[in-house]
């Protein structure tokens, strides 16, 4: 038998409970590491990444997995959330704690014009 990590159970739990809520949003979904920070805007029905962003990209200058990465990761996947003609999204933390990097990356995409 397999053991399921706590995080696993809270991330499960999580979009459960956003695929019973959104509807038909898209969502975005935020992933973290020691290293980097990543976000990206799914389509759950197709199966498909539409925009991505990550600390990774040559565009963030604050390079890292700081607050300010993860603020500069925010506004970069909303600009190319809204120039792609996406405006509504669900923001799935994937368990994490809204607090700190995760925190930062949803409230730089919601002042960058991506409503959730």
């Known amino acids: 038998m397999k053991k399921i990590s706590n995080h696993d159970r809270r991330k ?16 975005l979904s935020v992933n973290r590491s020691e290293k980097n920070i990543y976000a990206q805007i ?23 997995s700081t607050v300010a990465a993860a603020t500069q990761v925010g506004k970069l996947v909303a600009e190319r959330a809204l120039a792609a ?11 994490y704690l809204y607090h700190g990097r ?6 730089a995409a919601r002042e960058a014009g991506l409503s959730f």
């Open 12 to 27: 499960a739990r999580v979009r459960y409970a956003l695929k019973m809520k959104s509807g038909n949003r898209l969502r």
């Open 42 to 64: 799914i389509d759950d029905k197709k199966g498909v990444t539409l925009v991505a962003a990550s600390s990774k990209n040559a565009e963030i200058t604050a390079k890292g």
């Open 85 to 95: 003609g996406i405006k509504e999204v669900v923001f799935d933390r994937s368990g």
């Open 102 to 107: 995760i925190k930062a990356i949803a409230e």
